[in-house]
């Protein structure tokens, strides 16, 4: 609104008619020409004056709140030179629909963005990759370059709107005769017509069109992940700016590796008897492969890590850990000679009989226990 008569007295578009006059009268102390004869002051007082005038009465106050300055007939300024006065469109705008823009719709609109998955493996998404992606979109109309018209002819001014893209016609109000206005029916609001639809998109500007496109992924990418390529998208309406394109990766599981966050996570069986005895195992890494040392007496459930031979790290320079989960494995069917000889082993350490031992986590339940019954003490 050129004048918001509101915001000049500082109070809330539902404000009751007390709280107007409070505002009212304590600006008028601060402004009146008796405490402040300077001209910026007094203009300030003027404009607050006014717009007590206004609100203050219940008639020109409604008749303000529906877009129209009872201040000004005639779109007259009251503030002198400088200050737009409401004028026609103004009340237009008030009572149908706002502050839209006047004038014929543009042909010319950009494109939508559009999202393409891929799926890359995990080596892929550890190190990077460039993949060429099939992508289906709509690109510039080759034939018309956008226009919609056939070769040879333009788009040309709707006769019906004469290039406005509304038609416009008198209604009565209580405010006398306003003018509606409706989107042209002939040109739907675009202003042109045309004539001779270009054949290959149907006067679009725009077709559908496969193309291929190499997509740079970086190393260390996330599952899911989107990258953005700015200006891949849909072309739009009248071959106008095109959309982005996101491309969303996914990795595909992997045979033996399990990520979690930038570590790599996997599992090996071990017979009892290496894991007792230990060795040096060959595993095959995503870096080639790898010595991993199990150290005589490992135990199910450790773990060997293998430093910086996991993901690279996406923001920063560094890689995380690939983790080596050791399970342990007991033969479930024993030939008689291995049973004797298991039972030789047994005797020599004196495990033929073995009373109750507790594995840790009891021992730690234990031991919380009695330290918990101590401490109450
Ligand atoms: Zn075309
Ligand atoms: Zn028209």
Known sequence: MANDYYATLG?????????????????????????????????????????????SDPEKRQMYDLGADPRSPGGGSPFGPGTAGFGFGDIMDAFFGGQQARGPKPRVRRGQDALIKVTIDLPEAAFGVVKEIQVDTALV???????????????????MCRGRGEIQSVQRSFLGQVMTSRPCPQCQGYGTVITHPCPECSAEGRVRTRRTLKVKIPAGIDDGTRIQLSGEGEVGPGGGPAGDLYVEVSTR????????????HCSIALPMTVAALGTVLKLETLDGTEDVEIRPGTQPGHVVTLKARGVPHLRASGRGDLLVHIDVQTPTRLDPRQEELLR??????????????????????????????????
């Open 344 to 377: 030789e082993f047994a005797s020599i350490r004196g495990e033929e009989t073995v009373s109750t031992t507790f594995t840790r986590p009891e021992k730690e339940g234990l031991f919380s226990r009695l330290k918990d019954a101590f401490s109450a003490k």
């Open 11 to 55: 109070v809330a578009r539902d404000a009751n008619a007390d709280e107007i006059k409070r505002s009212y009268r304590r600006l008028a102390r601060e402004l009146h020409p008796d405490v402040n004869p300077d001209p910026v002051t007094q203009e300030r007082f003027k404009e607050v004056t006014a717009a007590y005038e206004v609100l």
């Open 141 to 159: 109309c080759p034939t018309c370059t956008g226009t919609g018209a056939a070769t040879g002819h333009q788009p040309s001014e709707c006769s």
């Open 253 to 264: 599981p992997h045979a033996v590796f399990q990520r979690s966050g930038d570590d790599l």
